[in-house]
């Protein structure tokens, strides 16, 4: 056991060394733009791939293959820099997170169109050897990304430390202003810090390649992810800890696939993220006296009492809001209502429905992200329990949809409440990080509570709709459930934006606006706080369990972090806190791209420019964030 234990630690330590430098990427553009880079990934996969091609393709060595793949995908990171993030400046922090998600979605469909989407081998330029220490073993693969990774980090700390670009880096990380008062190029400087990103990205993606023997567009994200995890763990801004929080990271993760079980590494991975996030969101490493490379603003030391959004509040006035009352969601769903009598096609029936669902789903994300102001970066996770609920009892137990749908309204609002609870603690960066670890969770709960969820097979032939209260009546029909779905869209939307209008949605933005002083005007903070994640999982509750009922069939893969991404971006491109336009958009982005469907390969890549160009031309939403 003992040598078993030993081996694992050692393979972690190889895993957590690419987990570190995937964490330094992280940590310089956040250090000094302020920024988390979801395009990391992005340049990740990238410089797999291309050291891939260079092998396969070109014929060149492997060392020179990924000296040209560092090479390109640090000119990608400077490009990246001056299309995500310099045209939105001026724009609310969350206009370029959500661009260098965009260029994210177009990298990776772009790479499954030139690599084709399945996992290809990766070609080891040596024999693999294994070493043996007493009963403990490690591969010659390991060692070598041990040493790969470690001298990266130490030649990184070095460069910080003492050069003089290094020190403009630290500089301007720690104080923006000031360091450009004295003579610093920041703009120069955080281009620099989003080349360096790229060369982390690039060879820590041939480390993975070499480790796991594969390459595969959809590996990005992932290790992405798993990078950020690390970064937290020691601390976001701080580079040993980025090194310190990687490693960790890896030996945790081999160690619980070892003795736990292999589809539980990532759920203990993210499950220790969230306990860090509570007793110490700073990391291991983060300095409460702001000696760490992100200074003041950044998640190493204190965090604000405003969220990611309260800083907008004084731009939207300046833009013009298009809402409409809450009596608009009942006229808009009597009139969808009427579309199955004129409208003979399946097909389209069926895009509206989703369309329906999605504009709930939409809202139900604006309200805790816009008008609470908690960046929700994990609401797949609600919208699953309500489908699994609906699957669960309807397939499992055979209840109808009186009880079935209630209960996952309710049952959904309730594990929204649990988990806002380590949330209320947190704020800024580490709230929104704090809802990514707890979506990580949900849908690491869907895929291994097999005696529930059945894992990765999910459920299949989920009943359609009955009510024995109306006799019987069995809505099989796509033209049938659009109607229980419109009454129930138009109805949850009403409700939702009455509450809206009402004190207590103006004392959620307040909360929004300023946490302490909310709390010095005597509101019950924590009580408001529950009372949002409640009626925002009840509405994401009543969408999944329509979505089971109209799909008939559900997977994990439904709930992951990219579905979590995707309600995020739909918010935030109606205006953010704008019911009217978070269901608008919810409704539009899930038809539109319906309509690329014969052009299945470039419409997510449609999606992403159409993304693009709309945070350029409206950073605040199509109609205007509240």
């Known amino acids: 056991m003992i040598e078993l234990f030993f081996s694992q630690v050692l393979n972690g330590l190889a895993i957590g060394q690419v987990y570190a430098l995937i964490a330094l990427g992280f940590s310089l553009v956040f250090g000094v733009s302020n920024l988390i880079n979801f395009a990391q990934g992005a340049l990740f996969m990238l410089g797999a791939f291309f050291a891939f091609s260079g092998v396969t393709w070109l014929g060149l060595p492997l060392p020179v293959a990924a000296v040209g793949s560092i090479a390109l995908v640090t000119v990608l990171g400077i490009v990246l820099e001056g299309v995500a993030l310099r045209p939105l400046e001026n724009g609310p922090y969350i206009a370029p997170v959500l661009s260098t998600l965009a260029i994210s979605i177009i990298v990776d469909q772009l790479a499954e169109i030139i690599w084709s989407p399945e996992g290809q081998a990766f070609p080891l330029p040596f024999e693999e050897v294994t070493f043996f220490i007493g009963g403990a073993y490690i591969t010659s693969t390991d060692i070598l990304i041990f040493v790969f990774g470690g001298l990266a980090a130490l030649a990184l700390t070095w460069f910080l430390q003492y050069s003089w670009l290094g020190r403009g880096v630290r500089a301007t990380a720690q104080d923006r202003d000031a360091a450009a008062q004295l003579g610093v190029r920041t703009d120069k400087v955080r281009q620099l810090a989003f080349a360096l990103a790229g060369t982390l990205g690039a060879l820590s993606g041939i480390l993975v390649a070499l480790y796991f023997k594969s390459v595969f567009p959809q590996m990005g994200m992932p290790f992405a992810l798993k990078g950020f995890a690390a970064a937290l763990l020691g601390g976001l801004t701080s580079i040993p800890g980025a090194v310190v929080g990687g490693l960790l990271l890896g030996i945790v993760e081999t160690l619980a696939s070892a003795y736990v079980g292999e589809g539980y590494r990532d759920l203990v991975a993210f499950s220790l993220l969230l306990v860090f996030l509570l007793f110490r969101p700073q990391g291991l490493l983060g300095d409460s006296r702001l000696s760490a490379l992100g200074g003041s603003g950044a998640a190493s030391g204190s965090m604000p009492s405003t969220s990611l959004l309260a800083s907008a509040s004084s731009q939207r006035a300046a833009h013009r809001i298009i809402e409409m009352p809450a009596w608009g969601f009942l006229v808009a769903g009597a009139v969808l209502a009427v579309l199955p009598f004129i409208m003979q096609s399946s097909y389209v029936l069926q895009a509206v429905v989703y369309g329906m669902i999605f504009a709930m789903l939409s809202g139900s994300v604006s309200l805790i992200s816009g008008s609470l102001g908690v960046l929700s970066v994990g609401h797949a996770a609600f919208y699953g329990v309500g489908a699994y609920t609906v699957a669960v009892l309807g397939h499992t137990y055979g209840l109808p949809t009186e009880v079935a749908l209630p209960a996952a309204v309710i049952l959904t609002a309730l594990v929204a409440v649990v988990a806002s609870l380590p949330l209320y603690k947190l704020s800024g960066h580490t709230a929104a990080l704090g809802t990514l670890a707890i979506g990580q969770i949900g849908f690491l709960i869907f895929m291994t509570w097999l005696s529930v969820t059945r894992g990765p097979m999910g459920f299949l032939n989920i009943p359609a709709p009955q009510f024995e209260l109306l006799g019987g009546l069995r809505l099989s029909a796509i033209s049938h459930k659009f109607w229980l779905v419109a009454l129930v869209a138009a109805v949850g939307l009403f409700l939702v934006q009455r509450l809206l209008d009402s004190e207590i949605g103006r004392a959620w933005r307040g909360i929004r606006e300023d946490r302490l002083a909310a709390h010095a005007a005597g509101l019950p903070v924590r009580r408001y706080m529950l009372m ?14 329509l979505f089971a009922y109209v799909q008939s069939v559900i997977s994990p893969d439904s709930f992951n972090v990219h579905a979590s991404l995707l309600l995020l971006t739909m918010a935030v491109l109606g205006g953010l806190g704008n019911l009217t336009g978070a269901a ?34 409206r950073p605040h939403g199509m109609l205007g964030a509240r």
């Open 532 to 545: 949002a994640f409640a009626v925002s999982g009840a509405l994401a509750g009543a969408a999944g369990g």
């Open 584 to 617: 608008a958009a919810g409704f539009l982005l899930t038809i539109v791209p319906e309509l690329f469907r014969p052009f299945a390969e470039w419409r997510m890549i449609v999606y992403g420019v159409f993304l693009l160009m709309v945070l350029r031309m």
